[in-house]
């Protein structure tokens, strides 16, 4: 598969509980990106990691939120102390170049419960 | 930063006719304009692309304009088909900022 692939792709989970997604990205591609997209509304950005490093945030990103791309290919997004507001789709994406087209995966659909 | 405002939010066209779906962007140096669908419960997937340095670029039936004057770009889709019903996604970034900008959203629906 030469794709980006997230999992889980739904996760359901209780107030207060934490979770962890993962994205294993196109192998080629250096560029590693989250974003959260609710319904009707377009992506929006979260963070990003050019290899291993993070080097941008949102102000999105709480500090409930962490990411890590350890070895510079997956990469996970965990959420501490989950709230209903967090329920959203999470997305990941790869690109090769900067700006460049993004390759999305197919997203991890979180409901908080 | 850059804002990026999509119009309409939502079409209905006959199977056959042309979609118009415009963007504007706030930041004058963006320079890379990419137009992504999204079917239901599916991945954004990039149709097609635009650089600053080119006003017009075209794939088969769809094509983007681009206007850096005015700060607008746009998305023709011609002789519309019922596989083309999805959402589609405008967006904007430049080179050294990694935090690509999307439009809210147009929900395009062909009927056949």
Redesign the interface.
Known sequence: DTG?SQDPRHKITKRGQNVTFRCDPISEHN?L?WYRQTL??????LT?F?NEAQ??K?RLLSDRFSAERPKGSFSTLEIQRTEQGDSAMY?CASSLD??????????TRLTVV | GEN?E?HPSTLSVQEGDSAVIKCTYSDSAS??F?W?KQELG?????II?IRSNVGEKKDQRIAVTLNKTAKHFSLHITETQPEDSAVY?C?A?????????????TRLTVKP
């Open positions: 980006v560029r990106y009707g509304q377009g992506p929006e950005f990003y050019q080097l941008e949102s997305l900067s700006p460049g087209g993004y390759t999305f995966g197919s997203g | 990026v999509q320079n890379y990419p992504y599916k991945r954004p997937q990039l692309d996604f967006a970034s430049k080179r050294g900022n990694n935090d690509m900008r999307f439009g809210a959203g």
